[in-house]
């Protein structure tokens, strides 16, 4: 239950701060011809991102106590080694999805760039 506790808790936190980023990156790129109701539907939706991130940073400080918790209680049955691998696999396990959700945006992006080229190419085969 912890490890997939910790593979959502980790996720959330990726999405949300990636969500977190652009909204602000749209309120820092807003020029003096947006309309107020557009700025303020992005800073109400930043205040609200802002607190969900707050709240997924709490759910993680709670998961984190329960992996010493789990930890102290696998180190009563388990041998040195294997609570070194334990502990080794719960490191990597964010370490992992961390990459995991970087490579995707990676891949995200060069698909997109790639979409946009082939559509800039395209009116001039029709020429």
């Known amino acids: 239950m912890f490890i997939g506790d910790l ?37 109400e939706k930043q205040k609200l991102l802002t607190q969900q991130h707050e709240d997924a940073k709490e759910l993680k400080e709670n998961l984190d106590r329960r992996e010493r918790i789990v930890f102290d209680i696998l180190a009563n049955y388990l041998s040195e080694e294997n ?35 082939t559509d800039s190419l395209q009116p001039e085969r029709l020429k």
Not at 8 to 20: T, Y
Not at 100 to 114: P, S, Y
């Open 7 to 43: 593979d959502k808790v980790v996720n959330l936190l990726l999405s949300l701060s990636g969500r977190l980023a652009r909204v602000e990156n749209a309120l820092n790129n807003l020029d003096e011809n947006t309309s107020a109701e557009e700025r303020r539907t992005l800073v």
């Open 83 to 117: 609570l070194a691998d334990y502990e080794h696999f719960v490191k990597m396990k964010s370490a992992l999805i961390i990459e995991q959700r970087e490579l995707e945006d990676k891949i995200k992006l060069g698909e997109e760039q790639l979409k946009c080229l």
